[in-house]
């Protein structure tokens, strides 16, 4: 089955600095690859996903950059401000089964943004 | 559109006592997940449905049990509780089948077993 690595697990930034956030992958049938946010005590909201026909996508202040030959993806957090501090988490999935397949999850990155 | 609920929020247990969490949704989804998630952050899958009258096992079954009881509704049960169940669960559902689409979740259940 798919695993998802995300590095690194903690990563602390002065407010206006660039946060990154890479993940890899092992199946190589994935072809959905989500960001979720998630604030303490709420539950994780997507906030940026891409799929691997495309190579980079953008929504204001983050993107999402996927390389498929080497399986990784990332996600760019520019110009940080402090509502950015959370629990980004990536996942991949698509990969098609008989009986259905699972959006599988990484292992979580705590971003704390310094004012 | 209430999105995915999950009943109850709270819930204490005393070890070996029996629970069933509820979750539904009013979306039409076909996949449905539940997630634990302990101090520290990660979310960790312990069973799925794919798709109504299909479930999977994720990465950590053992001491749980699922029934997706029809389209909207997905149930988590707990045997006998063990401190070690002591957890933040969430439900969560898809619309795609494979794992392709965005995954909503619902408030989570802040579970203690003592």
């Known amino acids: 089955g798919e695993n998802v690595e995300q590095h690194p697990s903690t990563l602390s930034v002065q407010e206006g600095d660039s946060a990154v956030i890479k993940c890899t992958y092992s199946d190589s049938a994935s072809n959905y690859f989500p960001w979720y946010k998630q604030e303490l005590g709420k539950r994780p909201q997507l906030i940026i996903d891409?799929?691997?026909?495309?190579g980079e996508k953008k929504d204001q202040r983050i993107a999402v950059t996927l390389n498929k030959t080497a399986k990784h993806f990332s996600l760019h957090i520019t110009e940080t401000q402090p509502e950015d501090s959370a629990v980004y988490f990536c996942?991949?999935?698509?990969?098609?089964?008989?009986?259905?397949?699972?959006?599988?999850f990484g292992g979580g990155t705590r971003v704390l943004v310094k004012p | 559109n209430a999105g995915v609920t999950q009943t109850p929020k709270f819930q204490v247990l005393k070890t070996g006592q029996s629970m069933t969490l509820q979750c539904a949704q009013d979306?039409?989804?076909?996949?449905m997940y539940w997630y634990r998630q302990d101090p520290g952050m990660g979310l960790r899958l312990i069973y799925y449905s794919a798709s109504e009258g299909t479930t999977d096992k994720g990465e950590v079954p053992n001491g749980y049990n699922v029934s997706r009881l029809n389209k909207r509704e997905f149930s988590l049960r707990l045997e006998s509780a063990a401190p070690s169940q002591t957890s933040v669960y969430f439900c969560a559902s898809s619309e795609g089948i494979q794992g392709n689409t965005e995954a909503f979740f619902g408030q989570g259940t802040r579970l203690t077993v003592v």
């Open positions: 996942a991949a999935g698509g990969a098609f089964k008989a009986a259905g397949n699972k959006l599988t």
């Open positions: 891409i799929r691997s026909n495309v």
């Open positions: 979306m039409n989804h076909n996949s």
